[in-house]
């Protein structure tokens, strides 16, 4: 499903450049639940933006499903995300001017779907919030905005999630919640799952742990 070949990316500082990721090769299969662990820094919020096509590396390729995505267009790219992908971005993206429940329709109002609201209310109740749904994302905690944000990533069914820190923002109870979600988007669709994490629970929970030390991948240990 997704493969990276001597994937690199740096930055240019001042008259530096700051290399935070550097030639990483890396398989993911389809269906596999796969954690991304490491120091701040190391460059794990970087892999992920560069295998949804959220970046540009600067050297290598990524893989998805066999499409080079360096090969593609901004346009088909955008396509190809809104078709296959859910990303949750730490800084949850949702728009300002939408309730809870448009922004988790959002997906499905671009794909042309007729039963978003539907889903998108399911969704919300099933991360709790079911009450909050006519809320714009000001009147919303951080920890509500967060599972709105996941609400939104998982409402097309995508067949890769991309996950930054997706327990970030939640109590016990409600990264319990989320993490039963993921679980169950992996076992009952074969959503191949991907996420950045600090959160020991969460990265026990996939069936495979990436780590990763400036910007360089480590041998991989079973969860």
Do not use: C, W
């Amino acid at each position: 499903m997704i493969e990276t070949e001597k994937l690199t990316r740096e930055y240019r500082s001042g008259e530096k450049r700051l290399r935070v990721l550097d030639e990483v090769d890396l398989r993911i299969d389809t269906g596999e639940f796969v954690s991304v662990v490491g120091p701040s820094g190391s460059g794990k919020s970087t892999l992920l933006a560069l295998l949804a096509g959220l970046d540009d590396p600067t050297s290598g390729r990524v893989l998805l499903d066999g499409a080079d995505l360096s090969g593609l267009d901004e346009d088909a790219r955008a396509r190809l995300r809104r078709e296959h992908i859910g990303f949750v971005f730490q800084s949850f993206q949702l728009i300002p001017s939408l309730t809870a429940l448009e922004n988790v329709r959002v997906p499905l109002d671009l794909a042309g779907r007729k039963d978003g609201t539907a889903r998108a209310r399911s969704l919300l109740e099933r991360v709790g919030l079911a009450e909050r749904a006519h809320h714009l994302p000001v009147q919303l905690s951080g920890g509500e905005q967060q599972r709105v944000a996941l609400a939104r990533a998982f409402v097309h069914d995508p067949d890769i999630l991309f996950a930054d820190e997706p327990a970030g923002n939640l109590d016990t109870d409600a990264g319990a919640k989320i993490l039963a979600l993921m679980r169950e988007l992996n076992r009952d669709h074969g959503t191949t799952l991907v996420l950045v994490t600090h959160d020991t629970e969460l990265a026990a929970a996939a069936g495979r742990t990436v780590r990763l030390r400036d910007g360089r991948l480590l041998p991989f240990t079973a969860a």
